[in-house]
């Protein structure tokens, strides 16, 4: 599996951070850890925790997939969308988008409730 290659790891995240424009101190303040740490991930001298892992990919947003780790992938086209969409938002837009769709859903959920209770 790529995900066992300490090289593979730290070569991704090591040009996913250069490709951001963020430094090493940058990306380690941002996941929580110290450049020393994360400089030694990025040199394969030390492999991430798990939590330490998904903080960096979720950071620079490198897909799972660039490590040989298959995501599902829902088959209708628009949720699919709707995930890329999700995805590609700040988490400001995040939180409006999640407010705005809990919203709808509970509302067809009370119209179904009152269509069928009639």
Known sequence: MIFEDKNFIAKKI????????LTQ???AEKIGI??????RIEMASYTPS?????????TLRIDMSEFGIKSPT???SIKRELLELIYNTTDAEAVFCYNV???????FQIIRKEKYSS
Do not use: C, H, W, Y
Request: proline share 3%; aromatic share 6%.
């Open 14 to 21: 090591r040009i996913a951070r250069k490709n951001k424009g």
């Open 50 to 58: 798990l939590f330490t892992f998904l903080k960096i990919i979720d």
């Open 34 to 39: 110290s450049a020393k740490q994360l400089s």
């Open 25 to 27: 101190a940058e990306l």
């Open 74 to 76: 829902p088959e209708n």
């Open 101 to 107: 769709l809990n919203t709808v859903i509970n509302n």
